[in-house]
């Protein structure tokens, strides 16, 4: 098991930016593909984006697809979030994972770290 811990968070008006950030420590990093995924109160974790273990291919949920970008170093251990043009919809905890594909559906490998609240205000 990989321990995840999720950072950057915080309030932005619509329109703003943040990076999220994630360190991985306990387990592989280097040779997975790793995740963000994020949760609005009321709903199921969603995935949001991922990166291939070497960083060169990337994939995105279609709500997210052209505001933000996901990166990796591998070096450090870490992912990275960076969200620009941030909408109210946006508003949910975010988690990373190692990311594995089951049945056509991204989900996470290892346990939930604690998140990082992300708040857009209108």
């Known amino acids: 098991q990989v321990q995840l811990v999720e950072s950057g968070g915080g309030l932005v008006q619509a329109g703003g930016s943040l990076r999220l950030s994630c360190a991985a420590s306990?387990?592989?990093?280097?040779?997975?593909?790793m995740g963000w995924f994020r949760q609005s109160p009321g709903k199921e974790r969603e995935f949001v984006a991922l990166i291939g273990w070497n960083g060169i291919s990337t994939y995105y949920a279609d709500s997210v697809k052209g505001r933000f970008t996901i990166s990796r170093d591998n070096a450090k251990n870490t992912v990275y979030l960076q969200m620009n043009s941030l909408i109210p919809e946006d508003t949910a905890v975010y988690y990373c994972?190692?990311?594995?594909?089951?049945?056509?559906?991204?989900?996470?490998?290892?346990?939930w770290g604690q998140g990082t609240q992300v708040t857009v205000s209108s």
């Open positions: 306990g387990g592989t990093f280097s040779t997975y593909a």
């Open positions: 994972n190692r990311v594995v594909r089951r049945q056509s559906v991204y989900e996470g490998l290892d346990n």
